[in-house]
């Protein structure tokens, strides 16, 4: 059993900058971030290898969001520059124990979920 405890997120005006951070309590392979808008299905926005060497992101967050990970501290962060209101949701870290030889997005894959952080962005 793994826990995610997330921290970081808040409110930012437009053009803003906020990092997320998620701390596992034990090893795990992929780790990633989801968000979800009210109204809306959970998204992927990105995950990351256990080895930090690859990395996925969906388009709309593509140069303006980076995910990283310290194996040593258990922790994957999300730094989110240029945030704009569309960005505005709960923001839900992941993980994945099972290895992996690809990254995936689709919620089902993963196997454990943060407490969720809520990022808001005025315009």
């Known amino acids: 059993q793994v826990q995610l405890v997330q921290s970081g997120g808040g409110l930012v005006k437009a053009g803003g900058s906020l990092r997320l951070s998620c701390v596992a309590s034990g090893r795990t392979s992929v780790m990633g971030w989801f968000r979800q808008a009210p109204g809306k299905e959970r998204e992927f926005v990105a995950a990351?290898?256990?080895?930090?060497?690859?990395?996925l992101y969906t388009d709309s967050v593509k140069g303006r969001f980076t995910i990283s990970r310290d194996n040593a501290k258990n922790t994957v962060y999300l730094q989110m520059n240029s945030l704009n209101p569309e960005d505005t949701a709960v923001y839900y870290c992941?993980?994945?124990?099972?290895?992996?030889?690809?990254?995936?997005?689709?919620?089902?894959?993963?196997?454990?979920w943060g407490q969720g952080t809520q990022v808001t962005v005025s315009s």
């Open positions: 992941s993980a994945r124990t099972v290895l992996t030889k690809v990254i995936l997005r689709r919620p089902d894959a993963y196997d454990y």
């Open positions: 990351i290898m256990g080895s930090g060497g690859s990395t």
